[in-house]
T-cell receptor, first 114, second 113 residues
């Protein structure tokens, strides 16, 4: 069966510090991968998605970047965090075989920038 | 492009009463529709999905939704609310050939004993 791991679960970082959130998927090959941010009352905002190694699409301009160094690894980064980067970050994956299936979500990371 | 609208960010329902959460979609291609549930500080869990088969879809935890093309709707219902149904619910849509889900803003459901 497929599983998705996302860590850490919670993180408190000072303004101006770097960020690295990691997500890995097991049990499937060549998944589509996604990073979402969730802010209270705003639903889920798609930040980045990837259809393959090194292929990253950014949905919104921001202070964050994403990388996919391996087929089932997706990393969200920032060189200098802003207060506005606080939120709940969710990694997700979906099949890439042409079927329009649902996305499968990790447990999320609560990021607080202080 | 696809989008969904969920009205009413907070929904209060009495225990044992009907749960009804509304979702209207917009899509230029035949849509695929989903309902997710999120418990506090957790990821999203799929409740049910519509993928162009039966228009009445049954999901987990006693929830069901009906796809109505004429109304561009995919409302979520449960006949009798339980305390454990208190959570946030999201409707989402994608279209054939699209890799991305578009989510609504969510409904926070409060169940009153």
């Amino acid at each position: 069966s497929q599983t998705i791991h996302q860590w850490p679960a919670t993180l408190v970082q000072p303004v101006g510090s770097p960020l690295s959130l990691e997500c890995t998927v097991e049990g499937t090959s060549n998944p589509n991968l996604y990073w979402y941010r969730q802010a209270a009352g705003r639903g889920l905002q798609l930040l980045f998605y990837s259809v393959g190694i090194g292929q990253i699409s950014s949905e919104v301009p921001q202070n964050l970047s994403a990388s996919r160094p391996q087929d089932r690894q997706f990393i969200l980064s920032s060189k200098k965090l802003l207060l506005s980067d606080s939120g709940f970050y969710l990694c997700a994956w979906s099949y890439s075989t042409g079927r329009n299936t649902e996305a499968f979500f990790g447990q999320g990371t609560r990021l607080t920038v202080v | 492009a696809q989008s969904v609208t969920q009205l009413g960010s907070h929904v209060s329902v009495s225990e044992g009463a009907l749960v009804l959460l509304r979702c209207n979609y917009s899509s230029s291609v035949p849509p695929y529709l989903f309902w997710y549930v999120q418990y506090p500080n957790q990821g999203l869990q799929l409740l049910l999905k519509y993928t162009s088969a039966a228009t009445l879809v049954k999901g987990i935890n006693g929830f069901e939704a009906e796809f109505k093309k004429s109304e561009t709707s995919f409302h979520l219902t449960k006949p009798s609310a339980h305390m454990r149904d208190a959570a946030e619910y999201f409707c989402a849509v994608t279209g054939y050939g699209n890799n991305r889900l578009a989510f609504g803003k969510g409904n926070q459901v409060v169940v009153i004993p």
